[in-house]
């Protein structure tokens, strides 16, 4: 498709495979292999600062909210992450231009913190109920609540997607496995519809699944707001 060979005279000038890819994508590549390399020489130090804690936990501090965003929990979880965000970033980048994607990007993974956030909120204020009751089940899930942290930019690589589907809605994907073809808004639907259901009956243990959810309402209403006030382009 024509937008794939889109240039507007700044980007593949040179500098090899890396040199064709747009700043704010290539930077937050870079930014996030960086912080990976540091998490690795002093995992201890890293999650306890920069990971996403709850607001009530010791280790919470207010620019994790930002930084959790750049920090992941391994290799595969970082690939997956920046693949995604290298194959359909780029695309929405050269579109909205560095400045546009930014905004969008750092909306979206906000808005993912937040409604993971919200959905903890609810969790421990039943935790809070039951422990008033004396159920000591309730204060150890609510300690563990407190202590866990998040990490990763999936929020955001979430909201990528469902912006890539909005601007190229008939745009035709497949999966590698299973080889599976769809236009990009039938799989950004099956997407959402499994990240409610596993959320909601808690299948996936340990993956922020509202998390998904709220990078990809972010991104939807961000659209919205753009198509209605004639800000998409």
């Not at 794939?4 to 747009?22: A, L």
């Amino acid at each position: 498709m024509s937008y794939y060979s889109y240039d507007n005279g700044s980007y593949g000038r040179g500098g090899g495979f890396f040199g064709s890819v747009p700043p704010a994508v290539k930077n937050i590549i870079i930014i996030n292999v960086l912080v990976m390399i540091l998490t690795a020489l002093n995992e201890q130090y890293m999650i306890s600062h920069f990971a996403l804690f709850y607001p009530t936990s010791p280790y919470f501090r207010p620019w994790q909210i930002v930084t959790h965003m750049f920090m992941h929990g391994g290799f595969w979880h970082l690939f997956f992450n920046m693949y995604t965000l290298f194959i359909f970033g780029t695309v929405l980048e050269r579109v909205w231009g560095t400045k546009k994607f930014l905004i969008f990007y750092f909306v979206t993974g906000l808005g993912a913190a937040l409604i993971h956030t919200g959905v903890q909120f609810i969790e421990a204020q039943v935790y809070i109920s039951q422990i008033a009751e004396n159920s000591p089940h309730a204060m150890a899930a609510y300690q563990a609540l407190k202590l866990t942290p998040t990490v990763g930019a999936s929020g955001a690589i979430y909201g990528v997607l469902i912006g890539y589907a909005m601007l190229f809605p008939d745009s035709v994907l497949t999966l590698v496995f299973p080889p599976v073809s769809l236009k990009a808004k039938w799989f950004v639907i099956i997407f959402a519809v499994i990240e409610l259901l596993t959320g909601v009956f808690s299948i996936g243990g340990g993956i922020a699944h509202f998390a998904h959810l709220g990078g990809m309402l972010f991104g939807w209403l961000l659209i919205l707001y753009w198509k209605k006030n004639r800000k998409m382009y």
